[in-house]
C-alpha cells in the first residue's frame, strides 16, 4: 500500500562531461564570432565607412586562450585607421606642417587645409555587440 522507495547514485566522469560541453559550447562561441564578423561587416557598410572595402575584408576571428568548458574568441578589424573609424576624432589640424594633405572619398583632387572637423563615431564595433542574440549562436 505504501510507495516503493529506492536509492539511485549517479557517478559523472567530470572529464568526460566536460569534453562534451566544450564540443558543444566551443561550436556555438565559433558560430556566434562568425555572426559578429557580419555584424561589423553590415554596420561599416551602414556607417558608410567603406572607400576601398580594407577596412570590410580585414575582420578576423581568432581564439582566445579556452578555460573549462568555455571558449572565447575575439572579433576585430585589422586594419591601422579602424579604432578612428569606430571611436571618432575630434577637429584636428597639422602637427608638423602648415596645412593637412588629404584626397577626399569619391574626389581625383588633393586637399590642402589647416584643420578638419574630424569624423563622427560610427560606433559599428559596439553595434554589433548590442545586436547578438541567442540565435546567433545557436
Known sequence: ???ARSRVRVVLDRGLVNAMLR???GAAAKKGAARC?????AGITAAGRVDTGAMRSNISIRPLKSTGTVESYS???NVPYASFQ???TRAHGPVR???????PKGSNRMVFARHVRGVSAARF????LAGMTLEDFV
Request: proline share 0%.
Open 97 to 103: 606642417a602648415r596645412f593637412l594633405v588629404f584626397k
Open 1 to 3: 500500500r505504501g510507495m
Open 37 to 41: 564578423r557580419e555584424r561589423v561587416r
Open 23 to 25: 564540443e558543444y559550447s
Open 125 to 128: 564595433m559596439e553595434k554589433a
Open 75 to 77: 572579433v576585430s578589424v
Open 86 to 88: 569606430n571611436d571618432g
